[in-house]
Each structure stands twice: as C-alpha cells, then as structure tokens.
C-alpha cells in the first residue's frame, strides 16, 4: 500500500516562533505532488501548500514552506512567525498518475501566546 | 462558485437506518472523492469518480457502504443498514480531471452519529 505516514500526533509552538511538521511517504510512481492541508475546529479542509514532485525547488506560501527531500521521500511543512490562528490539525497528502489523493493521519498543532 | 456542498451537515440516525449522504462537486470538476474521518483512522479514502465512473472504491469497508454518482453535479454515499461504528465525519471533494497536481476542494462534511 502506498501510505503517508506523520509521526508527529501533537505538536505546540509559541506564538511568533517557527515549527517543522514531518511527513514521510511511499510511492513506487516517478510524477506526483504533495500538499499540505490545514484543518481548523471548523472542520473544513483548507489547501496550505503543494509541491510538484519533478520540481527541485521547494514551493513557498508567506509563511510556510516545504523542505521536500525526494530520494529520502520526505515532505516537511514549515511555519514561520506562528500565529495563533494556525493552531489546527495538519495533514500531508500524496496524489499520484493514479489520481488517488491520500492523507497521513494528521499532526495537531497548539500555538501557544 | 459555491464550493462543494454536502448535505445534510449533521445526521442523527438509530442502528439498522438507512443513511444516504449528498454531494454536489464543483461545476467543471470531473473528480469526486468521498473520505471518511475518525479520531483512531485519520480520513481515510472510500471511493473516488473520475466522470461519474467508479475508478477505485477499494476503501469501501463493507458491503453495507455504496456509492452513486448518476451524474457530474451529484453523487451520494449510502450506508445501509447503518452501526455506531460508523459514527464519522464523512467528506466528499471535487478536483479537476486533467491537472493531476491541482488540489481537491473539499465539502463541509456530515458528521453522522449512529445510536
């Protein structure tokens, strides 16, 4: 089974500080994206970030970014200057040539003032 | 464009009641996802639709779960004869066909309760 795996269930930051959250994934397909989504007491899923595999760059949004790392098949999400509003559940997500979309289990995220 | 929508937010059903979730993707969106989340599983992935084709339904748990989609601005998901342990928030979510690394755009979900 290709599977995405957070091994990180809780995570807490103080408010204006930086936090990684870690993601790791398996895949036997060469072309794929990765994507980062943010899930506040709402419950409505919200698109963070996305990374095209074949792209070396790491993709940027203010202020997350992703540190992907191919080879070791690893896709960290970064927030810098945390706000109290990104205090939620974090998923990874991985969509293949087979156009499934699969989620991690999700890491949760306290920002503390 | 509204979003997805599902319908109904909230459901409350007894044990053996039929249940049929709804779902209205995004005009233009070829994709339909319906998920599944609990606390212990994460979302899990039941079913997905590629123009109104079912392409992969391998996440559905049992055959007491089925999934329609009679055309592209509808599906529905079925759980008959409903248990507590299907007690969930289920998710439905629409992408793009033709652009593999567009997100999906997801519904607001239906938390069910099973008693």
């Known amino acids: 089974a290709q599977t995405v795996t957070q091994s990180q269930p809780e995570m807490s930051v103080q408010e204006a500080e930086t936090v990684t959250l870690s993601c790791t994934y398996d895949?036997?397909?060469?072309?794929?994206?990765l994507f980062w989504y943010k899930q506040p007491p709402s419950r409505q899923m919200i698109l963070v970030i996305r990374?095209?595999?074949?792209?070396?760059q790491n993709a940027t949004e203010n202020r997350f970014s992703v540190n992907f790392q191919k080879a070791a098949k690893s896709f960290s999400l970064k927030i810098s200057d945390s706000q109290l509003g990104d205090a939620a559940m974090y998923f990874c997500?991985?969509?293949?040539?087979?156009?499934?979309?699969?989620f991690g289990k999700g890491t949760k995220l306290t920002v503390n003032p | 464009d509204a979003g997805v929508i599902q319908s109904p937010r909230h459901e409350v059903t007894e044990m053996g009641q039929e249940v049929t979730l709804r779902c209205k993707p995004i005009?233009?969106?070829?994709?339909l996802f319906w998920y599944r989340q609990t606390m212990m599983r994460g979302l899990e992935l039941l079913i997905y639709?590629?123009?109104?084709?079912?392409?992969?339904d391998s996440g559905m748990p049992e055959d007491r779960f089925s999934a329609k989609m009679p055309n592209a601005s509808f599906s529905t998901l079925k759980i008959q004869p409903s248990e507590p342990r299907d007690s969930a928030v289920y998710f439905c979510?629409?992408?793009?066909?033709?652009?593999?690394?567009?997100?999906?755009?997801f519904g607001q979900g239906t938390r069910l309760t099973v008693v």
């Open positions: 990374q095209e595999a074949y792209k070396q």
């Open positions: 639709f590629n123009n109104n084709v079912p392409i992969d």
């Open positions: 979510a629409s992408s793009p066909w033709d652009r593999a690394n567009t997100e999906a755009f």
């Open positions: 895949t036997s397909e060469s072309d794929y994206y």
């Open positions: 005009s233009g969106h070829n994709s």
């Open positions: 997500a991985r969509r293949g040539g087979s156009e499934k979309l699969v």
